[in-house]
């Protein structure tokens, strides 16, 4: 599940995309309102979390022009001033749900959730290529019907690429989702991860695909 953050006190935003794609999230990481805009103008997210205090444009600002373009995205709201009012507006601006700081990652991912299963009206919401699953109320994967073992940066690899599954995705790209806010990781980190993981997905009908000169592309293996 692909989730934007949107939050520019860079330790708080390290920490929670760390710990939500230990829980097998996939997080996309801007700093400040114009990027965000941008974003979601360029790509498709499960969820948004979005602070207010935000450089360039405020949270409620973004939000207001996502409704207004018709962007039904889930969008949980971060904020360290929880007063009735600002709730208020908030809401009558199309969020759909606030969580004050400072919050437990438990409940920050339950609420995601929570806010997903909603919007795509099932209670286990999935993701397929192939043979491969994954199960969004466990944030687990499959494949060929039996559990996937797989590290916190695999799964999030993997998951990015099942989240675009047929649409490739660049080295640049994935580098950003793995690593988040690390500094100096080289894109050979990128190839090692994707070595174990074809590794790990031979013999079960589903492949990444090297585009050479762009990056990686999940897609079923054709039949022989």
Known sequence: MRILLVEDEVELARWVARALEQGGFVIEHVADGLQAESRLMAEEY???????????????AVLKAMRGRDDRTPVLILTAQ?????????????AD?????????????????????????????????GTLV??????SFTLGGAPLALTPRESTLLGAL?????????????LDK??????DVSPDAIEVLVYRLRKKLTGHGVTI????????????????
């Open 178 to 183: 793995v690593f988040s806010l690390d500094a």
């Open 46 to 60: 499960d969820a948004v979390v979005l602070d207010l205090r935000l450089p360039g444009k405020d949270g409620l």
């Open 209 to 224: 695909v090297t585009l050479r000169g762009f990056g990686y592309l999940l897609e079923p293996e054709a039949e022989a």
């Open 82 to 94: 929880d007063t009735l009012d600002e709730r208020v507006r908030g809401l009558n601006l199309g």
């Open 134 to 139: 994954f199960d969004g109320e466990t944030r």
């Open 162 to 174: 099942l989240a675009r599954s047929g649409q490739p995705l660049t080295k640049a790209q994935l």
């Open 97 to 129: 749900d606030y969580l004050p700081k400072p919050f437990a990652i438990a409940e920050l991912e339950a609420r995601i959730l929570a806010l997903i299963r909603r919007s795509r009206g099932r209670a286990h919401p999935r993701l397929q290529c």
